[in-house]
């Protein structure tokens, strides 16, 4: 008997059962379902980042210039108006209570309420002024006004941030200096992690210039926290009460209060200085896309000394 008839086709290669015919047809309409779902998934996300980006413009504004005059001047406290055009002969009397004199003839609503001790959302009716729990034109205890000439007269050169508050939005956080590195021929900065991060090389708190801090809307992928979640609220806030964002370091805190807001394309950002003491936050805007960034900017009003 020849050996080589028993001997099976070393070429022949078996092929696994085909699987039935209903199992087929479940893989299939898996496959159509899940692509069906991501199709889903892709188009919603494209249309919410359109209209998203569509509301960007809700982000400008900026304090009017008689608002920010506002916050500068105003008679102090405990001052009594008096009418120019009243005359000399007008009928005066005394306090009862502490004996000065109390001008008599009349009294405009603006003197009643001058614009730095009321509520900013009152101005347009004073009448009506009212107090809220926050929002007052004036500063908070112990703060004093500084100017331009101040800060230039003063050749010794401010510590680094180490705080950061916004009472408007009840954020209170502690401030990292960002490292720069080099990458691809460009100069970048880490990302901050759960906390507001300086920027190198931009002013310092109380310094000529703009100083640049960076935070987080939201990291819901790297988890890299969300300190500046609440950012946007400002846009809305400042059209009715003064925001102020005190930056503390070793020399004591500094007030600014936001002046404007608005955005910018990611690409399209740029570190720029100004000529006053200000500071910029910036955030990645809007949720979930990314692609520009919101832009808090405020200007240097006030000092408070250590202790």
Same mark, same amino acid.
């Given at each position: 008997?020849?050996?080589?008839?028993?001997?099976?086709?070393?070429?022949?290669?078996?092929?696994?059962? *085909?699987?039935?015919? +209903?199992?087929?047809? *479940?893989?299939?309409?898996?496959?159509?379902?899940?692509?069906?779902?991501?199709?889903?998934?892709?188009?919603?996300?494209?249309?919410?980042? =359109?209209?998203?980006?569509? $509301?960007?413009?809700?982000?400008?504004? %900026?304090? &009017?210039?008689? %608002? *920010? !005059?506002?916050?500068?001047?105003?008679?102090?406290?405990?001052?009594?108006?008096?009418?120019?055009?009243?005359?000399?002969?007008?009928?005066?009397? +005394?306090?009862?209570?502490?004996?000065?004199?109390?001008?008599?003839?009349?009294?405009? !609503?603006?003197?009643?309420?001058?614009?730095?001790?009321?509520?900013?959302?009152?101005?347009? =009716?004073?009448?009506?002024?009212? +107090?809220?729990?926050?929002?007052?034109?004036?500063?908070? !205890?112990?703060? =004093?006004?500084?100017? &331009?000439? %101040?800060?230039?007269?003063?050749? $010794?050169? /401010?510590?680094?941030?180490?705080?950061? %508050?916004?009472?408007?939005?009840?954020?209170?956080?502690?401030?990292?200096?960002?490292?720069?590195?080099?990458?691809?021929?460009?100069?970048?900065? =880490? &990302?901050?992690?759960?906390?507001?991060?300086?920027?190198?090389?931009?002013?310092?708190?109380?310094?000529?210039?703009?100083?640049?801090?960076?935070?987080?809307?939201? /990291?819901?992928? *790297?988890?890299?926290?969300?300190?500046?979640?609440?950012?946007?609220?400002?846009?809305?806030?400042?059209?009715?009460?003064?925001?102020?964002?005190?930056?503390?370091?070793?020399?004591?805190?500094?007030?600014?209060?936001?002046?404007?807001?608005?955005?910018?394309?990611?690409?399209?950002?740029?570190?720029? $200085?100004? &000529?006053?003491?200000?500071?910029?936050?910036? !955030? +990645?805007?809007?949720?979930?896309?990314?692609?520009?960034?919101?832009?808090?900017?405020?200007?240097?009003?006030?000092?408070?000394?250590?202790?």
């Amino acid at each position: 008997m020849n050996s080589a008839l028993a001997q099976p086709d070393a070429l022949e290669i078996t092929r696994p059962p *085909r699987p039935p015919a +209903s199992k087929r047809v *479940r893989l299939a309409i898996a496959i159509v379902v899940l692509g069906s779902i991501l199709a889903v998934v892709a188009i919603g996300y494209l249309i919410y980042a =359109e209209i998203e980006r569509s $509301q960007l413009s809700d982000l400008v504004y %900026e304090v &009017s210039p008689d %608002e *920010r !005059a506002g916050w500068l001047t105003g008679p102090l406290p405990g001052t009594r108006p008096v009418d120019s055009t009243a005359p000399d002969d007008s009928p005066s009397a +005394s306090d009862p209570t502490t004996g000065d004199p109390v001008v008599a003839g009349p009294v405009i !609503a603006a003197q009643l309420f001058p614009a730095r001790w009321t509520n900013p959302k009152y101005w347009s =009716e004073p009448e009506w002024a009212g +107090s809220l729990p926050y929002g007052s034109a004036d500063l908070p !205890a112990d703060f =004093e006004y500084v100017n &331009s000439a %101040e800060i230039i007269s003063s050749a $010794q050169a /401010s510590s680094a941030a180490s705080t950061l %508050e916004i009472p408007a939005i009840g954020l209170s956080t502690t401030v990292y200096g960002l490292t720069i590195y080099a990458e691809g021929g460009k100069q970048l900065w =880490e &990302s901050p992690v759960d906390i507001v991060g300086h920027i190198p090389y931009t002013a310092r708190p109380g310094e000529l210039g703009t100083g640049w801090y960076f935070g987080h809307l939201q /990291s819901p992928v *790297r988890g890299e926290g969300n300190i500046f979640h609440d950012l946007p609220d400002i846009v809305d806030l400042i059209k009715h009460d003064p925001v102020d964002i005190i930056i503390g370091n070793d020399d004591g805190e500094f007030l600014y209060r936001v002046t404007e807001t608005g955005f910018i394309h990611r690409d399209d950002l740029v570190l720029h $200085q100004s &000529s006053n003491s200000t500071v910029t936050l910036v !955030a +990645s805007y809007p949720k979930l896309v990314y692609d520009h960034r919101l832009l808090v900017t405020a200007e240097l009003l006030a000092f408070r000394a250590p202790g």
